[in-house]
């Protein structure tokens, strides 16, 4: 067992170093299991989180003031705009507005990072939890990334997922009951989402981008729960994959009777419906055929709290078309 620093450099911390001291000294420690790592933790005093999925875990927590800030690509702006959490985006600071990189960690002296494996996190990139580790900085990795990482790849379903990373923040951030809370409240809302009368679920595509070949979700990505939360199923849904790349056959092969778009800056869900309607492969497909799409925002469709909102949201939709 190892247990990770609280701060960079105690004296760094301009303006907060005697209570940065003091917790320091009084902070037992918490163990969570994190990717199959056992990992130790002193409660971070000035946390950065990455992209949608980190600072909306934080948000719904309640710690936005505890956070040195988060760091978002503009893809995610509508997201934002779109947030229940508008107010705590406004008021802490973004402290970058591409992808995280260890420099950035670096120069806002944080002591913890929050992101996942592939997103955010990169060996290629040069940010990883071990290379943080190195400077003093400590990281959570989002559960539904686990999957594709390191040798003991820990498979959670992407809901399932979502509850386990806030109890493990309230841990860590020692606000165990408000997780806990959270939680209860966000099952009790996924119990209660309708299901088709028919019992028969509808085949679902989701189209995030691309032409030549389409970016969708597998099972691991939180699209494949929404999607079965509702009562459908995601016809790609058994590639034991996060987001990632396919050949349009198998999407056409599948006959999907409603395609979830995901909506997000530089490319517009109507550009890709456009796209969809154009594209002669798929003038076959149901869902084109009777104009069954479904926008999904960006924040709503990676691992986070909106999930929920999301699955509610499909679930009437599909209801409102007979499925």
Known sequence: ?????????????????????????????????????????????????????????????????????????????????????????????????????????????????????????????????????????????????????????????????????LENLGRIFRVEQRARDLVAGLKDRVAKVSKPANGRPAKVFVYDSGTDQPYTAGRQAAPNDIISTAGARNVLGDLKKGWTSVGWEPVVQAAPEVIIIIDYADQPAEDKRKFLESFPALQAVPAVQHDRYFVMSYGDAVSGPRNVKAAEDFAAYLRSVGR
Request: charged share 25%; proline share 5%; net charge negative.
């Open 1 to 165: 067992m190892r247990i990770l620093p609280l701060v960079l450099v105690a004296g760094l911390l301009t303006g907060c170093g005697a209570s940065v001291r003091q917790a320091a000294e009084t902070d037992t420690p918490v163990t969570i299991s994190n990717c199959g790592r056992e990992i130790s933790y002193r409660t971070p005093q000035r946390p950065v989180a990455y992209e949608v999925s980190g600072a909306e875990k934080m948000f719904s927590l309640g710690l936005a003031d505890r956070m040195r800030g988060y760091v978002m690509n503009k893809v995610a702006d509508p997201a934002i705009a779109g947030s229940p959490w508008r107010e705590d985006y406004s008021r802490v600071e973004r402290l970058g507005t591409s992808r995280i990189t260890r420099e950035i960690a670096v120069n806002a002296k944080a002591d913890w990072v929050l992101a996942g494996w592939g997103s955010g996190f990169s060996e290629e990139r040069g940010i990883t939890p071990q290379l943080l580790d190195q400077v003093g900085i400590s990281s959570y990795m989002h559960t539904e990334t686990c999957w594709n990482f390191g040798d003991k790849k820990v498979d959670v379903p992407p809901l399932e997922a979502l509850y386990a990373d």
